[in-house]
Nanobody, 125 residues
């Protein structure tokens, strides 16, 4: 069992930056597959970025070159650095985790057993 808590959301203007964090607790291991997802009003939740146990990262096409997912194993924190934000990035952002260190893969599909409650990101034009 792992508990995920997102933070860092807020309101920014288009072109601005924001850094989201996801604190993971309840697990002895700090390295496993994790991902960031988002859901805008009226839309389905979509994968944004993911990182596997070894640190390999993948991104949705819409955020490539703008977002960076990273993990700090020291404090069990997953981060999402978001640069050059645009209004289309407005959404509730969720972090997710899959604790199967040897079997999990970084994926943008909603196959993660554990999810946080989300943090709101609003980008104004």
């Amino acid at each position: 069992q792992v508990h995920l808590l997102e933070s860092g959301g807020g309101s920014v203007q288009a072109g601005g930056s924001l850094r989201l964090s996801c604190a993971a607790s309840g697990s002895a291991d700090s390295t496993y597959c994790m991902g960031w997802f988002r859901q805008a009003p009226g839309k389905e939740r979509e994968g944004v970025a993911a990182i596997n146990t070894g640190g390999t990262r993948i991104y949705a096409d819409s955020v490539k070159g703008r977002f960076t997912i990273s993990r700090d194993t020291t404090n069990n924190t997953l981060s999402l650095q978001m640069n050059n934000l645009n209004p289309e990035d407005t959404a509730m952002y969720y972090c997710a985790a899959d604790l199967r260190r040897l079997r999990c893969m970084a994926t943008l599909r909603e196959s993660y057993p554990y999810w946080g409650q989300g943090t709101q990101v609003t980008v104004s034009s």
